[in-house]
């Protein structure tokens, strides 16, 4: 545990100003946030503070060079006011991989932990309580050190943010297979949660959006016959019974979501599979009725079901189902994360 957290609160809560039942996602921000400087070669002491702008040098090269990573966690708060987080560790040793891949120092699990931990003590009334609300957590990490050489910073900032949020998505999301641009590549990023990894799908994400999609399902970007991820989110498609995603890769973030939801599908008797999916097959299940559901799944999303997808200009819908799998999942699993159910697996992580 470390104990030399310096705190300084906020000298008066923004918390009245909120309405709690009517969250947005992501945009609403807690009293305070954590920041850790690393200079001279090491992590500094953690400091809570009054959640403010952070100034920085116009030469840092997070402008420059891009050098940022970030995690996305929630906080969970049952009905007797006890905190939750879920695998919260598995978010920082993530961290750190993404860390290690963009030349970034490794933050110590310490401060990630009992950092965080102390943050949600003091902004504890901001966790929501609402069904289907949960304070969203943005743990980040960026170059604050400065210089136009193109190469790795001598300095660097730890942020942890939280936001009380309500759903991503409204409803449910129509997709577009992507044929052309891809997200990620073999040897390249696309496995760590690095800021420029999401820069890059904005543009074809917009061009989706342009034409009445919400999301891109990402394809491999040698042959693009593969499906790989859902936007933001990995991606579940059902055929008849059989729940299938694609097995992570360098292009593929090894979400939180999806090993938890393969581990309880399995356990719930329901048959799943992880191998290559390929977009011929899910047109042609599509076409003869057996393609059942496809969801993304992330902490932000939690599982996002999927209406209908595009693909080469043609539009598919997918069935309604009276009791799809990706109800049963979402409540298996957000039971599981708010204290409503037994947690077999010890995934639970109390404050
Ligand atoms: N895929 C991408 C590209 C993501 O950004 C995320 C979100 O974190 C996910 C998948 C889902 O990962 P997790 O379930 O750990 O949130
Ligand atoms: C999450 O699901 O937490 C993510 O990090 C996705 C994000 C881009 C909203």
Known sequence: MISNIEIQRIEKSKIDSVDFNNLPFGSVYSDHMLTCDFKEGKWQSPKIEPFAPIALDPSAKIFHYGQSIFEGMKAYKDTKGNMMLFRPLENCNR???????LVIP??????????????????SSWIPTNDGSSLYIRPFMFATGNGFHASPADAYKFV????????????????????????????GVGYAKAGGNYAAQFYPTQLAIEKGYNQVIWTDDNTHQF???????????RINDTLITSPTSDRILDGI????????????GIKTEVRKISVGEVVEAAKNGNLKEMFGAGTAAVISPIAGFGYQENDFDLPEL?????????????????????????????V
């Open 106 to 123: 490794q933050i110590p699990e310490d401060i990630f932990m009992d950092g965080l931990k102390k943050l949600l003590e003091i902004d």
């Open 160 to 187: 942890i943010c939280t936001a009380p949020s309500g759903a991503y998505f409204a409803g449910k999301i129509k997709v577009l297979i992507e044929e052309k641009y891809a997200r990620a590549a073999n040897g």
């Open 95 to 101: 961290l750190n991989k993404s860390a290690e891949r």
């Open 227 to 237: 499906i790989e991820e859902a936007g933001a989110m990995n991606i579940f498609v």
């Open 257 to 268: 979501t999806r090993k938890s939801i393969l581990q309880i599908a399995a356990d719930n």
């Open 322 to 350: 009276e009791n799809p799998y990706a109800q049963k999942l979402k409540k298996l699993i957000t039971d599981i994360q708010t204290n409503k159910a037994e947690d077999p697996y010890g995934w639970r992580v109390m």
